[in-house]
């Protein structure tokens, strides 16, 4: 058996981690997780009785949606037609109101305050639900597209941003200080040293966004901020199972459509 030579490295071995070989800590976690579960479902107000009673309903409901009716087409037209200039005009427009706030709030090109500033936008952007920002602007504007444009917008700020930060913050730094040395500003340093190098990643992730707006049109439409969801919701209230069950699968299949689009473009980018 031959000796390793005087500077290569040793072979590493993989062991448990302290957590896995330790079985009091590991058992002790079992007990802690089977305890908070008796805990949680004996204090929440499950009303069984209700549910019981929900389970011949909801097989009603379900079989009044089969066969799903797609007779009022020009409904499922409005809609998605709706659905999908919302989206569209949301990831634009979020889109690029992402990347001011994403330079502001990458640590490593912006002084700390403009940092600060930045991040706490984003994190505004990512903090609630877009149906509870959707029922906020609802309120503002009034039922209707505007309200779904502007919540979504509002949405892809808090994603796409917090993204493109992280993406500034790991660019590669000798282009930054090539473009100093050559005396050039600020704003050209930005638009020659650093959009370059994310560039890929945005165009990526705006075709994500769009997958994801797509989606959410359909969720924020139940509150009445325009798009399928307001039909949607029209249907389940006149109990006109058969065409919402024909909507959803419309949805379904919409999305697996902008899935499979998606999905090609960022491959073809990356």
Same mark, same amino acid.
């Given at each position: ?13 993989? +062991? ?9 800590? +590991?058992?002790?976690?079992w007990l802690l997780l089977a305890g908070y579960l008796v805990w949680a479902f004996g204090t929440l107000p499950f009303n069984w009785e209700r549910i019981g009673e929900g389970l011949p309903r909801a097989a009603r ?9 797609? =007779? ?5 037209? /409005? ?30 090109? %912006?002084?700390?305050?403009?940092y600060l500033v930045g991040r706490a936008v984003i994190i505004v952007s990512r903090s609630f639900h877009p149906v509870i920002v959707a029922i906020l602007f609802v309120a503002a504007v009034g039922f209707g597209p !505007? ?24 660019? @590669? ?6 473009? +100093? *040395? /050559?005396?050039?500003?600020? !704003? *050209?340093? $930005? ?5 370059? =190098? ?10 994500? =966004? ?12 139940? %509150?009445? *901020?325009? #798009?399928?969801?307001? /039909?949607?919701?029209?249907?389940? #209230? +006149?109990? @006109?199972? @058969?065409?919402?069950? *024909?909507?959803? $699968?419309?949805?379904?299949? %919409? ?9 090609? %473009? ?5």
């Amino acid at each position: 058996m031959t000796r390793p030579e005087r500077g290569a490295t040793a072979p590493r071995t993989w +062991r448990k981690p302290p957590f896995i070989a330790n079985p009091w800590l +590991r058992y002790g976690a079992w007990l802690l997780l089977a305890g908070y579960l008796v805990w949680a479902f004996g204090t929440l107000p499950f009303n069984w009785e209700r549910i019981g009673e929900g389970l011949p309903r909801a097989a009603r409901i379900f079989g009044g949606g089969f066969p799903p009716s797609f =007779q009022r087409a020009d409904l499922l037209l /409005t809609g998605f037609k709706e659905s999908f200039q919302i989206a569209i005009l949301a990831t634009l427009l979020g889109v690029l109101l992402s990347i001011p706030f994403a330079v502001m709030a990458a640590k490593n090109i %912006v002084p700390r305050p403009v940092y600060l500033v930045g991040r706490a936008v984003i994190i505004v952007s990512r903090s609630f639900h877009p149906v509870i920002v959707a029922i906020l602007f609802v309120a503002a504007v009034g039922f209707g597209p !505007l309200a779904g444009i502007l919540t979504l917008t509002v949405y892809s700020i808090g994603f796409v941003g917090k993204l493109l930060a992280e993406e500034i913050e790991e660019i @590669d730094w000798g282009q930054v200080e090539a473009m +100093r *040395a /050559t005396g050039a500003g600020y !704003l *050209a340093t $930005l638009f020659y040293a650093v959009f370059p =190098q994310i560039l890929p990643r945005q165009v990526g992730l705006s075709m994500y =966004q769009l997958d994801s707006n797509l989606r959410a049109s359909a969720v924020v439409g139940i %509150v009445g *901020a325009g #798009g399928i969801g307001g /039909t949607l919701m029209n249907a389940f #209230g +006149r109990y @006109d199972y @058969d065409f919402a069950f *024909a909507i959803l $699968l419309i949805i379904i299949a %919409v999305i697996l459509v902008s899935e499979g689009i998606s999905g090609w %473009v960022r491959k073809k980018i990356w």
